[in-house]
């Protein structure tokens, strides 16, 4: 059966933007994850816990197909807890606590199923664990990571290291300039490209993605919304819709048309998770809403042929 692994922080998130706030929801890198996967592929999620995560959570969790069994549960602790708000630009999170608790001392092992998905996506985690994680996963045929700035300042060798174990890396553009010491997109990528990744992608906020590979460069706007509320978990939902349809499909990394698609359903995903505050759109979306937005995405980045003779001057 196709299904996939994610590895990362399941927390609670408290958020003001210009537009409201909610204190202590559900959140977490690999819960944004999950929940936008779960449209395509069953799910494996592996983290940590404290025992003020209300088991109604997993029942959430479990209802969209999501495997808990891999979420750690530590009597007495914490659950990660981060809060933070935007301003009107709404690309930059301003982050006013972060509590790491249980997840201080994350040591993530994997069981059978985890470990034998034909998919596996590494959240924003220490690179050290994100290796230690894909050494597990013996039975992937994929595997992608996503990382942050933090781990480029401070330990930037070992991240190297874990790119070069996987077939996708998912960055923000400063992120992989500040990674590679290079000064545009196309280098980066190029750099990374040669240290073992088949496909980097390039998350670019309000302006959307791009997908590099050996062989070509293909890029998408953000979906055109009327309504952005919260982006927190954006990029997360953009690697679960973009993972779990390569996974439900089958394809891998080196299929150019397949990394396009991915591309396509990770932006319809974002453009989802945005519209409310933290998890709250997507666990109302239905495959349907997707499949229809997917569609419209299409069509709004056709490029069509103009019927013979216009567009042309005698």
Sequence with gaps: MPGLTVVGSVAFDSVRTPFGERERMLGGSATHFSLAASFFTPVNLVGVVGDDFDPDYDELLQQRGIDTRGLERIAGGKTFFWRGHYDYDLNTAHTDTTELNVFANFDPQLGETAREAPVVFLANIQPQLQRRVRAQCTGARLAALDSMNLWIETERDELLRAIAEVDVVFMNDAELRMLTRQPNLLLAARDLIARGPRAVVAKLGEYGASLYTSEGFFSLPAYPLETVVDPTGAGDSFAGGFLGYLAGSGADASD?????????????????????????????????EIDERFEEFRRMTAIEALPAGEGSHA
């Design 256 to 288: 150019e048309g397949e990394l396009r698609r991915a591309m396509t359903y990770g932006s319809v995903l974002a453009s989802f998770n945005v519209e409310r505050f933290g998890c709250e759109r997507v666990l109302e979306l239905t495959r349907e």
